[in-house]
């Protein structure tokens, strides 16, 4: 019944994205799972932030990656050619908010 949202500012970027994986480093099945979003595939918001909500369950909401039945693991966002680098924050919250 818990998501993560992560939320960030998206700098002048060739690339980015945030994938999720177990605890030894492994995707999820990204076959039949929404593992990752990346700048072309992501919603941004009118305020220039993207936020991604990591849950087990669909919450309706776009940028949702699916953490499949793992409790644990990691996620992990990439930059490629940005122009800097903001810091994403964090915040765990019920899911059906």
């Known amino acids: 019944?818990?998501?993560l949202v992560v939320e960030a500012e998206i700098p002048d970027v060739r690339y980015w994205s945030l994938q999720v994986g177990d605890p030894w480093w492994?995707?999820?099945d990204y076959m039949h799972h929404q593992s990752s979003v990346n700048g072309h595939?992501?919603?941004i918001d009118a305020d220039g932030k993207v936020r991604i909500v990591l849950a087990r369950q669909d919450p309706g909401v776009p940028n949702w990656i699916d953490t499949v039945d793992n409790t644990t693991g990691i996620a992990l966002w990439r930059w490629y050619l940005a122009?800097?680098?903001p810091i994403p924050s964090v915040k765990q919250v019920p899911l059906d908010q």
């Open 83 to 85: 122009d800097r680098h």
């Open 26 to 28: 492994q995707t999820t």
């Open 41 to 43: 595939q992501a919603r």
């Open 1 to 3: 019944g818990q998501a």
